[in-house]
């Protein structure tokens, strides 16, 4: 992880950049505007969702960048509502044209709910070997429903996207996944801009004249977690990907991890069902 493009090697060969560009709560001028800038900054990697409602800016973003079609790894994201064998593959079909691409790079349940989601993944399993989708994965899938798909399905999910920040490690769940060859994506890592003062990240940030939003990406990605930190903000994309010239030692790692509380930003997935 040297430069901004490394990625890691994904349980079916495909490479994902360590590091991508969220863009939830960024619609219309604002999202086509951060994408265009995360682009020419060097990001690669662009997470999306149908209920963000910005898949067509994000793919007109793409379209003018000239940024070659190979080199970006594109992921949205199959809302709730949507759930279920037939309804996945139309909703598939949305996505993909408001993208206006072919070949969608990551495809993901974005919640697990209660029982849809194994009908749920036998379509994504159809897109998958068709060629819709380079890889498919989960979101938000919690060891339990990640074990019930394992014992129920074919295909071993990529990526389970989870919230993962320094308030909130996930311990348990991370041993699970790289035990399973499920690679952990880190959302809202930043913890939406809360830790931006909290004084252990501050210390080891002033130590290498880092920002703390940066010592934090650092951490996820020298843990081994892809991370997709989001900004609307063009000096703070580009701030978010100057993480590749510093490295934080294993103390340091452990200083970080040590300020878990176990705390969410957004819902606990055990409780957020449909
Ligand atoms: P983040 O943790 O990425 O934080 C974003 C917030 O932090 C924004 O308010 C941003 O402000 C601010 N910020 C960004 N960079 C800096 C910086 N360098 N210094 C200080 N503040 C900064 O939160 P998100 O919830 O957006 O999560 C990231 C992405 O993860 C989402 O955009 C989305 O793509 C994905 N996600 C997935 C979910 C899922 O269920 N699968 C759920 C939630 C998110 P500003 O924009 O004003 O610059």
Redesign the pocket.
């Given at each position: 992880m040297k430069r901004m493009t490394d990625g890691t090697v994904l349980n079916n060969g495909v490479t994902i950049p360590w590091l991508g560009f969220?863009?939830?709560?960024?619609t219309g001028e604002q999202v086509l505007e951060?994408v265009t800038t995360a682009l020419a900054a060097g990001y690669r990697s662009i997470?999306?969702?149908a209920i963000?409602g910005n898949e067509a800016e994000v793919g007109q973003a793409i379209k003018s960048s000239g940024v070659p079609r190979e080199e970006l790894f594109v992921t949205t994201?199959l809302w709730n509502e949507h759930q279920g064998y037939d309804s996945t593959l139309r909703a598939f079909e949305e996505s993909r044209k408001k993208l206006g691409l072919d070949v969608i790079d990551l495809y993901?349940i974005?919640?697990p709910g209660t029982n849809k989601y194994k009908d749920t993944w036998k379509a994504f399993e159809r897109l998958y070997e068709e060629g819709s989708v380079r890889a498919i994965g989960v979101?938000?899938f919690q060891i339990r429903h990640l074990e019930d798909l394992l014992q129920n399905s074919s295909v071993v999910p990529v990526i389970n996207?989870?919230?993962l920040?320094p308030r909130l490690v996930q311990k348990e769940l991370h041993d699970f996944c790289l035990k399973h060859r499920i690679q952990l994506e880190a959302?809202?890592?930043?913890?939406?801009?809360q830790l931006?003062q909290e004084p252990v990240i501050a210390a080891i940030a002033s130590k290498y004249g880092k920002?703390?939003?940066?010592v934090i990406l650092r951490w996820d990605i020298q843990k081994g977690i892809v991370t997709?930190?989001?900004?609307?903000?063009a000096e703070?994309?580009r701030?978010?990907a100057d993480i590749f010239d510093f490295e934080l030692t294993a103390e340091e790692i452990a200083q970080i991890d040590g300020l878990n509380q176990d705390k969410r930003?957004?819902p606990d997935p055990d409780q957020f069902v449909f």
């Amino acid at each position: 992880m040297k430069r901004m493009t490394d990625g890691t090697v994904l349980n079916n060969g495909v490479t994902i950049p360590w590091l991508g560009f969220g863009t939830w709560k960024a619609t219309g001028e604002q999202v086509l505007e951060s994408v265009t800038t995360a682009l020419a900054a060097g990001y690669r990697s662009i997470d999306t969702a149908a209920i963000y409602g910005n898949e067509a800016e994000v793919g007109q973003a793409i379209k003018s960048s000239g940024v070659p079609r190979e080199e970006l790894f594109v992921t949205t994201k199959l809302w709730n509502e949507h759930q279920g064998y037939d309804s996945t593959l139309r909703a598939f079909e949305e996505s993909r044209k408001k993208l206006g691409l072919d070949v969608i790079d990551l495809y993901l349940i974005h919640w697990p709910g209660t029982n849809k989601y194994k009908d749920t993944w036998k379509a994504f399993e159809r897109l998958y070997e068709e060629g819709s989708v380079r890889a498919i994965g989960v979101s938000n899938f919690q060891i339990r429903h990640l074990e019930d798909l394992l014992q129920n399905s074919s295909v071993v999910p990529v990526i389970n996207q989870v919230e993962l920040h320094p308030r909130l490690v996930q311990k348990e769940l991370h041993d699970f996944c790289l035990k399973h060859r499920i690679q952990l994506e880190a959302w809202s890592p930043l913890m939406q801009g809360q830790l931006t003062q909290e004084p252990v990240i501050a210390a080891i940030a002033s130590k290498y004249g880092k920002s703390s939003a940066q010592v934090i990406l650092r951490w996820d990605i020298q843990k081994g977690i892809v991370t997709i930190p989001k900004s609307v903000t063009a000096e703070r994309i580009r701030e978010n990907a100057d993480i590749f010239d510093f490295e934080l030692t294993a103390e340091e790692i452990a200083q970080i991890d040590g300020l878990n509380q176990d705390k969410r930003v957004g819902p606990d997935p055990d409780q957020f069902v449909f």
